[in-house]
């Protein structure tokens, strides 16, 4: 299995000498607040920004040197921006993710179709093969997203903000699936409970900068809380799982108080 | 994830899903139709032609007479210009819609049949290649005027390596207007009324023109483009998942944009050079056959260019009959009957999909 390994990640003053590993199978989420790099970092891996220092590292190659589709055979993504224009059906843009295992004139074969209806079925949209991918429900969409990631057979997955817009049932259902895949995989989460009942490790964005990294039990603490975000909170253990726990505290009256850049 | 409760169906029906098994139901029945059309286009016209003697000079049978002449020499031609032309502007509007995302694109939202009016309307004014005029001499200066308005659209579209759908469209309909504009004014500056008839049918396209050698170059170009454009049907298919979407999925969007635009671009100006600009094809064919046969290339392109062959060869077949022995130009009928039909398709179009 693969690792990811970033050395120095920089995009103009958006992202600034980010480091950051997720071994072998590992699953790691990125938090931080609203334009804290996290979105930046990953299209620099993903390959949609080309990093202006730095590099990321699928074990040991660089991602960057890859080009487009050697870059899509070993990572797959699971993109913010998930619209899709006239009417592919929820398995023909499924299949779309065997084009980088393909040449560009080839069709799809039985085996790939075969393939998508197998990552639907994993993730519970075997029923809606047939329908238009523009009908589903957001939580549909994003599903079949990670089905097509799925027939990508990455070796490193990455997720930006997969649980956007979605009902808490399916926030659950998709991060459970993803843990669930095994594939190294790096996420961007706005969610912190969900965070650190997900990931193994945890790294924090402030700023375009890195500021901390860590299981969440170590990341978590009302101090970050504080300084990151600005909010006071506490941070219990979950009282059946275990998993940190972030209870917040509504801000006291009169009492602005914003982050610590 | 195996509880994961059905999300509820909605009301919509699921015969907004055409499958693959309708693709050869659909593309036997535009064959059958198109066969029809182009029997009854020989037939029919101010000589009316019975059809076994259509038959009988189609296949070499008839000996010579001024219906095998009218049948061979006048209509054939025009037959398989409709179906080059048609065919041509289907497959390049299809392609353009994927390309710039935008359903509203066809081969001439971005500049080319401007581009192609202007050339025709400067050689008819300079009076460039005096008595060749209508039959060498337009086409090339259309062809020119086309290739001269690509090289500005995409010029004005790139910024650095990238080249957006939206910048292309911005680009194009810009364009357009300058080159109207500059057509319009030229014409009146030369205060010469018969040069406005001729412009006014290169602007709206017809297929009068049609001969026996100068249909070589479009039936070329159309068979080599649509062949070109059926291989790249994967990568037009990622395009249709947006810019981020197809380029994590391998493609590089940026080139791949750029290349299609410039082989679209081609095979319109041929086109256009052929025929004028006959409109509403490579607007309206795309949506029906998307109807038809769903969004995939593979089997979009094929049904697309049948349905455009179809459509131009109906609409020519009105051109010469309905006011007979007037020949309409045939834009003009594309567009009397496409507007309403394209506006009955938008109607029927499943809500959800963003224009």
């Known amino acids: 299995m693969t690792g990811l390994r970033i050395e120095g990640l920089s995009y103009e003053h958006r992202l600034r000498d980010a480091h950051l590993t997720a071994r072998p199978g590992e699953t790691v989420g990125l938090i931080g607040p609203n334009g804290s790099g996290k979105t930046t970092l990953l299209r620099c891996v993903y390959g949609t920004l080309a990093p202006t220092a730095g590099r990321a590292l699928l074990d040991g190659a660089d991602l960057r040197a890859l080009g487009p589709k050697a870059r899509a055979r070993r990572v797959a993504t699971v993109p913010q921006d998930s619209a899709v224009d006239f009417e592919l059906t929820v398995r023909e843009l499924v299949a779309l993710g065997r084009s980088p295992h393909k040449r560009f004139w080839e069709g799809d074969t039985a085996a790939d179709r075969d393939r998508a209806d197998a990552a639907l079925a994993r993730v519970g949209l075997a029923d809606l093969a047939d329908r238009p991918y523009p009908t589903l429900s957001g939580g549909e969409r994003q599903r079949a997203l990670v089905a097509r990631a799925l027939v990508q057979e990455p070796e490193l997955l990455v997720l930006d903000e997969p649980t956007n817009h979605l009902d808490i049932r399916h926030q659950i259902d998709v991060l459970g699936l993803v843990r669930t895949l095994g594939t190294t995989t790096l996420l961007a989460i706005h969610d912190l409970n969900l965070a650190a009942a997900h990931c193994d490790r945890l790294y924090v964005l402030e700023s375009g900068r890195v500021v901390t990294g860590g299981t969440p039990a170590e990341v978590l603490t009302p101090e970050l809380l504080a300084a990151v975000y600005g909010v006071e909170a506490d941070v219990v253990p979950h009282p059946r799982t275990g998993t940190p726990t972030v209870l917040y505290l509504p801000s006291p009256p009169g009492d602005q108080k914003t982050s610590s850049i | ?355």
Do not use: K
């Open chain 2, 1 to 355: 994830m195996t509880a994961v409760a059905a999300a509820p169906a909605p009301a919509r029906p699921a015969a907004a899903t055409p499958g693959r098994g309708r693709f050869a139901l659909v593309a036997a029945g535009l064959l059958a139709a198109l066969a029809a059309a182009v029997l009854g286009s020989l037939a029919l016209g101010s000589v009316r032609i019975p059809p076994g003697q259509v038959l009988d000079a189609l296949t070499g049978r008839a000996a010579p007479s001024p219906y095998r002449t009218i049948v061979l020499d006048v209509r054939l031609p025009r037959v398989i210009l409709g179906i080059v032309v048609g065919a041509g502007l289907a497959v390049v509007g299809t392609v353009l819609q994927a390309l710039v995302r935008n359903r509203l694109a066809d081969p001439f939202l971005l500049g080319i049949s401007s581009g192609a009016s202007a050339g025709a309307v400067l050689v008819l004014v300079l009076g460039i290649g005096g008595g060749l005029t209508t039959t060498l001499a337009l086409p090339a200066g259309a062809f020119a005027g086309s290739l001269a308005a690509l090289v500005l659209v995409y010029a004005l579209a790139r910024r650095g390596s990238t080249m957006t759908g939206p910048r292309l469209v911005l680009a194009g309909v810009a364009v357009s207007y300058v080159l109207t504009a500059l057509t319009t004014l030229v014409l009146v500056s030369a205060g010469r009324p018969e040069h406005f008839q001729e412009a006014l049918y290169w602007s709206f396209g017809g297929l009068g023109s049609a001969r026996w050698d100068t249909l070589l170059m479009p039936t070329a170009v159309l068979v080599l483009g649509t062949g070109v454009l059926l291989a790249l049907a994967r990568p037009l298919d990622l395009l249709l998942t947006g810019d981020e979407g197809a380029t994590v999925l391998g493609l590089d969007t940026a080139r791949f944009r750029a290349a299609v635009f410039l082989l679209a671009s081609l095979v319109t100006a041929v086109m256009v050079a052929a025929s004028g600009a006959v409109g509403f094809v490579g607007l309206m064919v795309p949506h029906a056959a998307r109807l038809a046969v769903g969004a995939p290339h593979r089997r979009l392109l094929p049904v697309a260019a049948l349905g455009g062959a179809l459509a131009l060869v109906v609409a020519d077949l009105g051109a010469r009959t309905v006011a007979a022995p007037q020949d309409i130009p045939v834009g003009v009928l594309t567009a009397l009957t496409g507007g309403p039909f394209f506006l009955w398709l938008m109607r029927r179009r499943p809500e959800g999909a963003a224009l």
